[in-house]
C-alpha cells in the first residue's frame, strides 16, 4: 500500500465505520436544530443576522470574517457543520489539488434540506478520498502547486482527516443531543 493510500484508508475507515452511518437517517428537522439560541445555521437568503451570509443559492450560511466573530463563538447547527465540512474542509482542496470546479463559499448552492446536504458531503467526499489514493507519494512532501497552503501536502490530508474527524465527532453529539431533548434536569449527586 502507497502512502496516499493509507492516508485515504484512515480516512476512509472512519468513514464508513463511524461518520456515514451516523448520518443515515438525518431529517430536515434535525437538520436545522438550534439546541441554544443564536445559533449559526444555513438558512434561506436574507434571513440571517451573522454579518457575512456566504452562499449564491436560495440558502446562505451565517458566517463573519475572524474579527466579527461573536466571542464567544456562536454554537452551529448540524446544517452549519456539514456546510463547513462540504465547502472549507473539502470542497476548497479537492479544487485545489485534484482539478475540477474551484469551491468558494460565496458562490457555493447550500444545501436546503437534509438529503442535499447529505448528497453534496457524499460527492465531495468521494471526490477527496479517491484524489488522496490518486496521489503519487512523491508529490506528498512538497508543498501543493497551488492553494493558499505552504505546508507539505501530506500535512494538508492529515489536517483534512482531522477537521473530518472533529467535525464529524460534533455532528454525532448534536444527533445524540437531538434525539435526548426531552428536557430533563440532570442529576446530580
Known amino acids: 500500500m502507497t502512502r496516499s493510500e493509507r492516508l485515504a484508508e484512515q480516512l476512509d475507515w472512519y468513514w464508513h465505520k463511524n461518520l456515514r452511518p451516523r448520518l443515515d437517517g438525518l431529517t430536515d428537522e434535525e437538520y436545522f436544530w438550534e439546541p441554544v439560541r443564536d445559533c449559526w445555521s444555513v438558512r434561506p437568503r436574507g434571513t440571517s443576522t451573522a454579518p457575512t451570509p456566504a452562499g449564491s443559492g436560495e440558502w446562505t450560511m451565517d458566517s463573519a470574517p475572524p474579527d466579527l466573530v461573536p466571542t464567544p463563538a456562536p454554537v452551529t447547527t448540524i446544517a452549519w457543520r456539514l456546510a463547513h465540512i462540504i465547502v472549507s474542509c473539502l470542497g476548497y482542496r479537492v479544487g485545489w489539488y485534484f482539478g475540477g470546479q474551484d469551491v468558494d463559499s460565496r458562490t457555493f448552492a447550500y444545501a436546503g434540506t437534509a438529503d442535499e446536504a447529505l448528497k453534496q458531503l457524499d460527492e465531495m467526499y468521494g471526490r477527496w478520498n479517491t484524489g ?6 512523491t508529490v506528498l512532501d512538497h508543498p501543493p502547486a497551488v492553494g493558499p497552503e505552504r505546508f507539505p501536502l501530506e500535512n ?9 474527524i472533529h467535525h464529524g465527532a460534533e455532528i454525532s453529539l448534536l444527533r445524540d443531543l437531538y434525539l435526548r431533548r426531552d428536557g430533563a434536569v440532570p442529576h446530580r449527586t
Open 156 to 164: 494538508r490530508v492529515l489536517h483534512v482527516n482531522r477537521e473530518l
Open 132 to 137: 488522496v489514493r490518486e496521489l503519487p507519494d
